[in-house]
C-alpha cells in the first residue's frame, strides 16, 4: 500500500519554499494539542492531525491510503515516538523529504518487562519535555519562523509548569496511593505523583480479561481501604464494573488525554483534562 501511494514528498517541500508556508502535521491528537500551542499565530505555518480526533492510542494503527496524502503536502510531521507510532519506519522510507519530527527524544522511557512505555505525556514534566523537543527541531527544519515557535512555546510551558505546581500541591499529599488503572497508559503520571499502580484491568486495550485474570484483579482490589478502579473513556468499563460489584469499589474515568475536538479548544484540552484528572484522584483517593 505504501509503495503504491508515491514514494516521496517532494512535492510539498519546494512549495514551502516558494511562498513560505510550512506545514505541519501531527500523528495524533496530544501531538496536535502541542503543535498548535506552539505555532499559533503564526502566519504561513498550518498544522493537521493526520489521523481522527477520536482515533485514541496509536499502539496498532495501521496507515490509510488517505494518511499517506496527508503526508506527501507536509513539510514535517510531530510524532510522539517511543514506540508509540509502528508506521514510523515506513513513513521515513517513503517520504524521504519529510522531516520526522520525535517529541521523545532523550526522555528517560519506563518500561513494563522488555517494552517502552510510550505515554511520556502523561507525566507534565515530560510533557514539558517533548514541548522543548518539538520546538527544538520545528526551528530547524524551519528557521524562519524559529522566534515566534520559541515564543509560543515559552508561554504554552509557563502554563504547563503552573499546572504541575497545582498537580502536586493538590496530589502530592492525597491518603490513598494504590490505584488500578485500565490500561498502561498511567505509569509515567503516577511516578510523578506518587502513585502506586496496583495491576492494570486490561493489558492490551480493547481485549478483554480472561476469567483467571480478572479474578486475580479482584484478590488484589479485595483488600485495599480505598477500592477505586480508574476506566477511561476511549474504552468500555464493562471489566471494570465486573470488579467493581465483586468487590465493591467505586469506577472513576481518567483520561489519557488521546482524544478531542480539533478545533480551538484543543489549545488548552491537555490543561483542562489534567485538571480533571486531578479533581478526580483528589476525590477517589480521600
Known sequence: MLTGCGAGSTSSS?????????????????????????TQGIDGVTVTNMTKPQTGCLHDYQLTTEDMKTLEKADALIANGAGMENFLGKVIKEQKDLKVIDASKGIELLKDG????????????????????????????????????????????????????????????????????????????AKEFGLHILTVIEREPGTEPTPSELQAVIEQVKPLTAKVLFTEPQYSPAAAQTIARETGAKIYTLDPVVTGEANEAAMDAYLTTMRKNMETLKEALQ
Open 14 to 38: 519546494p512549495d514551502a519554499a516558494k511562498d513560505g508556508s510550512f506545514h505541519i502535521v501531527t500523528t495524533f491528537y496530544p501531538m496536535y494539542i502541542d503543535a498548535i500551542n506552539i
Open 114 to 189: 522488555d517494552e517502552e512505555n510510550p505515554h511520556v505525556w502523561l507525566s507534565i514534566t515530560s510533557s514539558i519535555e517533548q514541548v522543548k523537543n518539538i520546538t527544538a527541531q520545528l526551528k530547524e527544519a524551519d528557521p524562519k519562523h524559529a522566534d515566534a515557535y520559541q515564543a509560543n512555546a515559552d508561554a504554552y510551558i509557563q502554563k504547563l509548569e503552573a499546572l504541575k505546581k497545582e498537580m502536586h500541591e493538590t496530589l502530592d499529599n492525597v491518603p490513598h496511593k494504590d490505584i488500578v488503572t485500565f490500561h498502561e497508559a498511567f505509569p509515567y503520571f
